[in-house]
């Protein structure tokens, strides 16, 4: 059985391997948002566009308005 001597190299601060972790965990949930925000915008053009237009106003509606002083 043969056991190398060599050792694993390092980190000069312990915090650098839980700094990076955290980075991609947050880059993860920043993509994880921008997915669910272009879906949503995506619903939201689909419902407008399923959405009937309104009638237009007959020509004559707010012509005649009584005030009294």
Same mark, same amino acid.
């Given at each position: 059985? /043969?056991?190398? *001597?060599?050792?694993?190299?390092?980190?000069? /601060?312990? /915090?650098?391997?839980?700094?990076?972790?955290?980075?991609?965990?947050?880059?993860?949930?920043? #993509?994880?948002?921008?997915?669910?925000?272009?879906?949503?915008?995506?619903?939201? @053009? #689909?419902?407008?566009? @399923? #959405?009937?237009?309104?009638?237009?106003?007959?020509?004559?509606?707010? *012509? /005649?308005?009584?005030?009294?002083v």
């Amino acid at each position: 059985m /043969n056991i190398s *001597n060599t050792r694993l190299p390092t980190m000069p /601060n312990s /915090n650098e391997g839980g700094e990076v972790l955290s980075a991609a965990l947050s880059k993860k949930q920043l #993509q994880a948002d921008g997915a669910t925000a272009l879906q949503l915008v995506d619903s939201a @053009a #689909q419902a407008t566009a @399923a #959405q009937t237009p309104a009638k237009s106003a007959t020509a004559s509606l707010g *012509n /005649n308005i009584d005030v009294y002083v």
